[in-house]
């Protein structure tokens, strides 16, 4: 049974920081994709970074220079650094698990809220 457990938000002020975790158990995260989503009320969920089985990153333009993804091999966890927060930033943060052998099943956190507001 594959499980993600996401901590670390919270409320912070207009250009603080947070940093989240995606802890991982019943599969290994190294040999797969990770990702980090978003979504605010009565909106999509939007895809924010993601970091391929082999450590390449990618990140949304909208946090780009701001946030930072990371991943910890040894405690099965991938980092979320979130930096210069905007009041915009603000959404219920999911990670995601790409099994990357067919068929491909896909993994969700239950997702940790955010909130950046003076």
């Known amino acids: 049974q594959v499980q993600l457990v996401e901590s670390g938000g919270g409320l912070v002020q207009p250009g603080g920081s947070l940093r989240l975790s995606c802890a991982a158990s019943?599969?290994?995260?190294?040999?797969?994709?990770m990702g980090w989503y978003r979504q605010t009320p009565g909106k999509q969920r939007e895809w924010v970074v993601g970091?391929?089985?082999?450590?390449?990153?990618n990140y949304a333009d909208s946090v780009k220079g701001r946030f930072t993804i990371s991943r910890d091999n040894a405690k099965n966890t991938v980092y979320l650094q979130m930096n210069s927060l905007k009041p915009a930033d603000t959404a219920v943060y999911y990670c995601?698990?790409?099994?990357?052998?067919?068929?491909?099943?896909?993994?969700w956190g239950q997702g940790t809220q955010v909130t950046v507001s003076s």
């Open positions: 970091i391929t089985s082999a450590g390449s990153t």
């Open positions: 019943g599969m290994l995260l190294s040999g797969n994709s």
């Open positions: 995601k698990l790409t099994d990357i052998r067919p068929p491909y099943n896909t993994y």
